[in-house]
């Protein structure tokens, strides 16, 4: 069964700190995403990528990097938490080959900064 | 500015009815529009895709219908069953990045 793993469900972090979001995709996808979603606000766009170390910036991407140095792994970086990126944050990954566009995404990483 | 908006208020139906979602859209220009079905405390799951130049769309019990004169999608879940019960997200794809609505919840009676 084709997946996107992300490393953690669970995260309770502090202000102020690095906190590193893994994301593995098993099937050979260009395309991975990083998206957070908010009760009210929908799924925003944090950054996306469509080929190794390549990096778009997307909707919201203040207070965050990423890192794509292999095809399969996409990381989220938070430079410095902050109390308003709690949220539940979900990466995805597509293939243009596939033909049907669809994104298959990971169960997400529900991430708490106390 | 742009905008995906898809039913604000949470749809309640008895077990065998027909859910009829809506999704409209503002400042765009689709190639295709998807939706997405979303559990509580899970990722969205895939599950159709209708491109412009297509008006109708059948996937099981599902159908979708895509008008873009009237900027609008209609997800129709027929014979609906309690495990339907789900947030359901319609999704259109903008400069090669999909913009999500915010989704429309849908419980089922049995």
């Known amino acids: 069964d084709v997946k996107v793993t992300q490393s953690s469900r669970y995260l309770v972090k502090r202000t102020g700190e690095k906190v590193f979001l893994e994301c593995v995709q098993d099937?050979?996808?260009?395309?991975m995403f990083w998206y957070r979603q908010d009760p009210g606000l929908g799924l925003r766009l944090i950054y996306f990528?469509?080929?190794?170390?390549?990096?778009e910036k997307g909707d919201i991407p203040e207070g965050y990097s990423v890192s794509r140095e292999k095809k399969e792994r996409f990381s989220l970086i938070l430079e410095s938490a902050s109390t308003n990126q709690t949220s539940m944050y979900l990466c995805?990954?597509?293939?243009?080959?596939?033909?049907?566009?669809?994104?298959?995404f990971g169960s997400g990483t529900r991430l708490t900064v106390v | 500015s742009q905008k995906i908006e898809q039913n604000s208020e949470a749809l309640n139906i008895q077990e065998g009815k027909t859910a009829t979602l809506t999704c409209n859209y503002t400042?765009?220009?689709?190639?295709?529009l998807q939706w997405y079905r979303q559990d509580p405390g899970r990722g969205p799951v895939f599950l159709l895709l209708?491109?412009?130049?297509?008006k109708e769309k059948r996937k099981e019990r599902l159908k979708v219908t895509f008008d873009t004169t009237l900027k609008q999608s209609l997800f129709h879940i027929t014979a609906s069953q309690p495990a339907d019960s789900a947030t359901y997200l319609c999704?259109?794809?903008?400069?090669?990045?999909?913009?999500f609505g915010a989704g429309t919840t849908v419980t089922v009676r049995a």
């Open positions: 995805a990954s597509s293939s243009h080959k596939q033909g049907n566009y669809g994104y298959t």
């Open positions: 099937m050979d996808h260009e395309n």
């Open positions: 990528s469509y080929d190794v170390k390549m990096k």
């Open positions: 400042n765009y220009s689709p190639a295709y």
């Open positions: 209708i491109r412009e130049n297509e």
């Open positions: 999704a259109l794809r903008n400069d090669y990045k999909l913009s």
